[in-house]
């Protein structure tokens, strides 16, 4: 059987976003039940209805103590793509819809909050991977991590670095419209340039922010979606897999190709297929950008440009809104809120549905891509 | 277990290196490369099935899923594969204003199977001139403590590496 066109998106809730420790006193567990209860208002369901949870990224929300909180009176359907922060959206989408389409749930929330006052992006990589053979030599920070993959892809393909900059200068501007975004104020490229490097080749402002607040979609049937408030948005595919010898710093067991790359270019060729288009059908797009340079990668994996060429595509302006793809339309991690990819994909259903405060006229096709990570990543494709 | 070398204790040892308590921590699978490095040597995973050389230690050879295994000696030369310049201030706890530190992915010489690589640091690079992708590196260990020691690099030296 195929998944293709299996399921819908039928409702988009966020909570408040904010900077780092903002939204502390409002708990993760607080925040989870707004955003899920905006997403259910959003879709005109009762909250009660929600029978599934779907999440990834070890959230700490869990369905047990969510169920309770949102007076869910019975629930039946409980799934977590553990670890990958940049990477296990994917799975936890595909969960979603497993679950809908089998009948073990009828309505499937997916769900990710987030408080970073305790768990610091600048902090040590959560102890599943910390591990002796990259800890020992500090290699202690995702960003790390990004940062040595970047070095490889600019020297490796001759890339003007100035795109890294461009990428965020052009994240920033579509943030200046979004009033949920954390960062909103605009940015020029000296402003990009004059932040402090952090891991080199990232400066501070192309690292992804630290940011509280949580995001929620609901999943359902096509069937069960005509019942409902608004326009369902189509699933229309999704995949996810791991590189091959994918290991635990994402480093050094990757292939040179994967080394200056996010590493879904095999998860690509199915989602693609599995949803019958190519990547120039896609309207615009969603990409995790854990840091600047994963926009770059993502264009390449995806097919959008070729290998090395994503540098001079961002810098021509190619996803701006006037651009053959726009991309990360509200800001994504970079100026709107670290929501680990689920502002992206929501991002992506608003596009669809003509409700973007940057919308690109007649998008008709989304593509949400992961970013590099230790979990299986990919991406999902909606279609009105 | 004796007493770590501490930041000022790597510095006068002329080796640029992370500051804070990161010392490997060794377990069962992994001990035996941290003990080779307290006595100067870089080892890696040997399969004795396919003979494929393996990093990071895996219980189960990712080529041929035999679990027969040996260390096997490497000549402790490679090649820099990537790299960054980390601020120490970007680590929680430990910010010492100004101070940067590498870390570097190496791809070891005298493998078979698959290219090996691992992360590492080059212990006499202090700025960007000093490191770059392709750049010839040699191994140079610090002990640390009984039976657990650093397998690091330093710049090859024209003339002198093999």
């Not at chain 1, 590493?263 to 297929?273: I, L």
């Not at chain 1, 959008?304 to 540098?311: D, K, N, Y």
């Not at chain 1, 670290?338 to 006229?361: D, T």
């Not at chain 2, 277990?1 to 640029?16: H, L, T, Y």
Request: charged share 20%.
């Amino acid at each position: 059987m195929t998944l293709r066109d299996a399921a819908c998106i039928v409702g988009t809730g966020e909570s408040a976003y904010g900077k780092r420790g903002s939204l502390a006193e409002r708990g993760e567990l607080g925040l989870a039940c707004e955003a899920i209860e905006a997403a259910c208002a959003d879709a005109g369901l009762d909250v009660g209805a929600i029978d599934g949870f779907s999440s990834y990224c070890d959230d700490r929300c869990v369905p047990t103590s969510l169920a309770p909180q949102l007076g869910i009176p019975s629930w039946r359907y409980a799934a977590m793509a553990w670890g990958g922060g940049g990477s296990s959206l994917p799975t936890a989408v595909l969960h979603a819809v497993m679950a809908v389409v089998t009948g073990a749930a009828n309505y499937v929330t997916v769900l990710r909050s987030n408080i970073q006052g305790s768990i610091r992006l600048g902090g040590r990589m959560a102890e599943n991977f910390r591990v002796s053979y990259t800890d020992a030599f500090g290699l202690d920070i995702p960003l790390a991590v990004y940062a040595m993959k970047a070095r490889r892809y600019l020297d490796t393909y001759g890339v003007d670095p100035s795109a890294l900059g461009a990428v965020a200068v052009t994240q920033r501007a579509y943030a200046g419209a979004n009033r949920r975004a954390v960062y909103q104020q605009p940015m020029t490229m000296d402003d990009h340039d004059a932040s402090r490097m952090v891991v080199s080749p990232l400066r501070l402002y192309d690292c992804c922010m630290e940011s509280d607040g949580a995001s929620a979609v609901i999943v359902t049937t096509p069937e069960r979606a005509r019942d409902l408030a608004k326009t369902p948005v189509v699933i229309g595919a999704m995949a996810a897999r791991t590189n091959y010898r994918l290991n635990s710093s994402m480093v050094y067991t990757m292939s040179d190709q994967d080394l200056a790359a996010s590493g879904q270019s095999a998860a690509a060729g199915e989602v693609f297929s599995t949803a019958g288009c190519r990547p120039e059908d896609v309207d615009v797009a969603g990409f995790y950008d854990g840091c600047s340079a994963s926009v770059l990668w993502a264009l390449e994996d995806w097919g959008f440009v070729e290998r090395g060429s994503a540098g001079d595509f961002v810098l021509g302006g190619g996803t701006r809104l006037d651009g053959a793809l726009p991309v990360n339309t509200a800001g994504g991690h970079l100026s709107e809120a670290y929501q680990q990819g689920l502002g992206q994909l929501i991002e992506g259903v608003r596009q669809l549905r003509g409700e973007s405060v940057n919308q690109v006229a007649g998008a008709e096709i989304f593509l949400y891509s992961s970013g590099p990570g230790l979990a299986p990543g990919g991406g999902v494709l909606l279609h009105t | 277990m004796e007493a770590r070398i501490e930041v000022e204790a790597k510095r006068s040892s002329g080796f640029n290196l992370p500051s804070g308590d990161r010392d490997p921590v060794p377990n069962a699978l992994d001990e035996g490369m941290w003990a080779a490095a307290a006595e100067g040597r870089l080892v890696v995973q040997r399969c004795h099935s396919c003979r494929a050389h393996r990093f990071p230690p895996t219980r189960t050879c990712y080529r041929c899923r035999s679990t027969d295994w040996s260390w096997d000696p490497l000549p402790g030369t490679g090649v820099i594969a990537t790299y960054t310049w980390v601020r120490d201030g970007a680590r929680t706890g430990t910010a010492v204003p100004g101070d940067h530190y590498n870390v570097i992915v190496v791809d070891l010489d005298g493998t078979e199977g698959e290219p090996v690589r691992m992360v590492s640091n080059v212990v006499d690079a202090w700025g960007p001139e000093d490191i770059a992708i392709g750049m010839g590196v040699e191994l140079v260990t610090l002990r640390l403590a009984d039976g657990i020691g650093l397998p690091l690099f330093r710049r090859s030296i024209a003339g002198e590496s093999s």
